[in-house]
C-alpha cells in the first residue's frame, strides 16, 4: 500500500479505514456532540486547577486533541460518555502535571490578577473573589481534588480514575483539603462580617 | 489532623450539588450542620465550589470542535506520516554503514599499497625527469579494479538491504 494513501486527508477528515488513528472510537458529529457537552466542564476544571485562562485554552485544546488521536480511548458507543470523559479529564490532569513540572518563569506560583480582581459586583466576580484567593493558597492537587469532588461531583473511584492515586487516599486528602480551605474562606470572610 | 467522617455527609453532598441546600433541607439536617465540623466545612466547600462552576462554566469560551477535529487530523497525519519514515530513516542508515563498512575495510587491507603509492609519488615529485612510464608503473591498477568491485558489491547489498527493509516494514 502506498504511504499517502495510509494517511487522513485533514481538509476533508476522510482517511481510509485500515490506517485510520483519529478518532478511531468516535465520528465526527459524535465528536462535535461530545465537545458541546464536555468542553466547558474540562475549561472550569483547567482555569481553577491551574488559575491561568490562557493555559487552560491550550491544555483544553491539546486535551482534546491527544483524546481523538489516542488508540485507546473509550469509545462513546462502547464505554459510554461517562468513561470519555473521565479519560479526557484524566488527559488534562497529566497535562496539568507536565506544566506544573517544567521548570520555567510561568508557573503555578504566579498570579494571573485578572482573573480575581473583583472590581464589579456581578456574580461572577463575587464567585471568583471567594474562591480565587482561597484556591491560590491550596496545593495542586488540593484544587484538583476539591475541584473534581464538589464541582464535577465525581465519586472517590472516578477521582482516583482521573488524578492516578489511589482510591482509598482519595477520602483522606479531600477531607484534609476541604478542611483547609473552609479555615481559608472563615477567614476570608470574618473581615467582611458576612456568613454563609 | 484526624479523619473525621460523619454519616450525613452523603445526604448534605447530593443536596448542595443538586441547589436545594439552603431551601429543600430538612431543619434537623441544618442544625446538625451548624454543629457538626465535618459537616459544615462540607456546606461551605460545596456550595462556594456550586457557585464558582456555574460562573466558570458560564464564562467558558470553548473553540469549535471543528477546529478542535482539524488540529487532531493534521496531528494524525503527522503521526501517520513519523511512523512510515522511522523504517526508511532505518534503511538509509544501514545502507550507509553497509556501504562505509567495506570502503573502510578495504583501505585498510590495501593501506600497504596505498603507502608504497604515495612514496613513489613522492620520489617522483623530487625526480626532475618526469617519465608517463614510472607513473603507471606506480598506480595499483590491480587495487583500482578491486576496489570499483568491492564498491559494486557494497552498493548493491545496500539497496536490496534497504528494499528488505522497507518491505519489512510495510509487511509488518
Known amino acids: ?196 | 489532623m484526624t479523619f473525621v467522617s460523619c454519616t450525613c455527609e452523603k445526604e448534605i453532598r447530593e443536596l448542595v450539588e443538586s441547589g436545594q441546600w439552603s431551601l429543600a433541607a430538612p431543619p434537623e439536617l441544618k442544625s446538625h450542620a451548624a454543629q457538626c465540623r465535618t459537616c459544615a466545612d462540607l456546606v461551605l466547600v460545596a456550595t462556594a465550589f456550586q457557585r464558582a462552576r456555574t460562573t466558570t462554566l458560564a464564562a467558558a469560551k470553548p473553540s469549535t470542535a471543528g477546529a478542535i477535529w482539524w488540529r487532531a487530523q493534521l496531528r494524525s497525519r503527522q503521526q501517520a506520516f513519523q511512523r512510515i519514515q522511522r523504517p526508511l530513516i532505518g534503511a538509509q542508515v544501514f545502507a550507509l554503514i553497509a556501504v562505509l563498512v567495506p570502503i573502510i575495510g578495504f583501505i585498510a587491507f590495501e593501506s600497504r599499497n596505498l603507502v608504497a603509492w604515495f612514496g613513489s609519488l613522492g620520489k617522483l615529485s623530487q625526480s626532475t625527469q618526469l617519465h608517463a612510464g614510472d607513473l603507471s608503473a606506480s598506480s595499483t591498477s590491480g587495487s583500482a579494479s578491486g576496489f570499483i568491485f568491492v564498491l559494486a558489491a557494497a552498493a548493491m547489498f545496500a539497496l536490496v538491504a534497504g528494499v528488505a527493509l522497507y518491505f519489512d516494514a510495510e509487511r509488518k
Open chain 1, 1 to 196: 500500500m502506498p504511504w499517502d494513501l495510509a494517511l487522513p486527508n485533514p481538509l476533508t477528515g476522510e482517511a481510509d479505514a485500515t490506517a485510520q488513528h483519529t478518532a478511531a472510537h468516535m465520528d465526527n458529529s459524535a465528536f462535535a456532540a461530545f465537545y458541546e457537552r464536555s468542553a466547558r466542564p474540562l475549561w472550569a476544571y483547567l482555569v481553577r486547577a491551574s488559575c491561568d485562562a490562557a493555559l487552560a485554552d491550550d491544555l483544553m485544546q491539546e486535551s482534546y486533541v491527544r483524546f481523538l488521536c489516542a488508540e485507546r480511548a473509550p469509545s462513546l458507543n462502547q464505554d459510554g460518555e461517562v468513561a470519555a470523559r473521565l479519560y479526557l479529564f484524566r488527559i488534562a490532569t497529566n497535562l496539568l502535571h507536565d506544566h506544573w513540572r517544567r521548570p520555567r518563569a510561568a508557573s503555578i506560583d504566579d498570579l494571573p490578577e485578572e482573573l480575581f480582581t473583583a472590581a464589579s459586583t456581578t456574580a461572577q466576580t463575587e464567585a471568583q473573589a471567594e474562591l480565587g484567593p482561597a484556591l491560590l493558597s491550596m496545593k495542586p492537587r488540593e484544587r484538583q481534588l476539591l475541584w473534581l469532588a464538589h464541582a464535577e461531583g465525581y465519586s472517590h473511584r472516578e477521582i482516583a480514575q482521573v488524578t492516578g492515586l489511589a482510591s482509598a487516599s482519595i477520602r483522606l486528602l479531600l477531607f484534609r483539603a476541604r478542611r483547609k480551605l473552609a479555615r481559608i474562606l472563615r477567614q476570608q470572610q470574618q473581615p467582611a462580617g458576612g456568613s454563609q
